[in-house]
């Protein structure tokens, strides 16, 4: 096993922002001012069907600086189907000019079903998988980077995970938006990917510096406690609460009013039923006590899954969060003036981002 370090990426709202053919309207509204410092990539014919790829910002000088590191290994893993991957990841190869063998694998969302049971995985984006695949590679020397806690959050990714706030000039959800102006200058002043690059030069020199067996071993997480600390990198490290789940005091409480408001509605309907509609009687009478149980069941929750903590840049963000913090607040619009129609579609072909 070699001194290497792994980086696994997520793509939408991580690497990239895509347009879809039918939201790149939106693109086109922009002022060209707008437009062209966004750094567009047109995906497809330009005069035809087309969608666009918003870089995010720094991306190239990341990468870059990936290349230049041989014991840097990168690969992509996106919740979207593995054509995608592989179409992202053939765009960016291209257009980075990064080499046919740069990318170590890219991974959708047929990678996380399990084969022997063909269901999806409890662990989505488990490393596990990762692990297996590439033995060199293991909890030491491997991290995660993605916009969205759920992908990374379990107890399995969880120290080996980077939470970044999403890359979304359009909204991080599926249906695009317009933000108005706050979500596009949000985008626009993005550097987040400046600490990635950051912590992926201090995590390689941490590794670097380990013995061979420590990696072999990977019993040490890479954003274990004891090793942030070693790195100086703690201040990243912030904690996430769940809403508070309900205690088991408040449950027999309300176990109780369940029953006592069973027993007042079957002591109603008995009264109004003949004997012969006792049986129906029992029939509610059990349906009733078995979704009580079933009720009281969905609100039990898990006592460690209240709080967790993840490695984070930026604002501690949900991907909801950045929609309303980008906002409806239009101190003044961005689109183009009425009168004007068409507008040049730029077709950038370069993705390092204007100094």
């Known amino acids: 096993m070699s001194k290497e370090l792994l980086v696994v990426f997520d793509i939408d709202e991580t690497l990239i922002h895509y347009m879809g053919k039918q939201y790149r309207h939106l693109f086109y509204e922009l002022e060209p001012e707008y437009q062209e410092r966004l750094n567009p990539i047109i995906d497809g014919d330009q005069d035809g069907e087309h969608g666009i790829i918003i870089p995010r910002p720094y991306l190239q000088e990341l990468f870059d600086y990936y290349k230049s590191e041989p014991n840097i290994k990168v690969a992509l893993w996106t919740y979207s189907e593995q054509e995608y991957a592989y179409h992202i990841r053939d765009k960016l190869t291209e257009l980075l000019d990064l080499g046919d063998d740069f990318f170590l694998f890219a991974y959708g969302a047929e990678d996380m079903i399990i084969e022997e049971t063909g269901e999806e995985d409890d ?4 490393l596990t998988k990762v692990y297996e695949n590439f033995p060199q590679f293991n909890a030491f020397n491997t991290f995660i980077v993605d916009d969205a806690p759920g992908n990374i959050k379990h107890e399995i990714n969880m120290k080996n995970s980077l939470l970044i706030q999403p890359f979304a000039p359009f909204g991080a959800e599926k249906v695009r938006e317009d933000l108005g102006e706050n979500g596009i200058e949000i985008a626009l002043n993005d550097n987040i990917l400046t600490d ?3 912590i992926s030069e201090i995590a390689l020199n941490d590794v670097m510096g380990c013995d061979i067996e420590d990696i072999e071993a990977g019993e040490e997480s890479i954003f274990d406690k004891k090793r942030l600390k070693r790195m100086d990198l703690s201040k990243y ?15 027999k409480q309300q176990s109780q009013k369940m029953k006592t408001d069973m027993k007042h509605q079957l002591q109603e309907m008995k009264s109004k039923m003949e004997s012969d509609m006792k049986r129906k009687l029992q029939e509610m009478k059990t349906r009733i006590e078995s979704d009580m149980k079933t009720n009281i069941k969905k609100q039990q929750c898990v006592k460690w899954s209240s709080e967790y903590e993840l490695v984070t840049i930026g604002n501690p963000k949900t991907k909801k969060n950045f929609v309303m913090t980008a906002g409806k607040k239009r101190h003044k619009s961005i689109k183009k ?6 507008g040049k579609k730029t077709s950038k072909k370069v993705l390092k981002r204007k100094q």
């Open 123 to 126: 662990y989505p984006k488990n």
């Open 196 to 198: 990635v690059k950051t």
């Open 237 to 251: 490290l912030k904690k996430y609460g769940k809403p508070p789940c309900l205690q088991k005091t408040n449950m």
């Open 337 to 342: 003036k009425r009168g004007k129609k068409g």
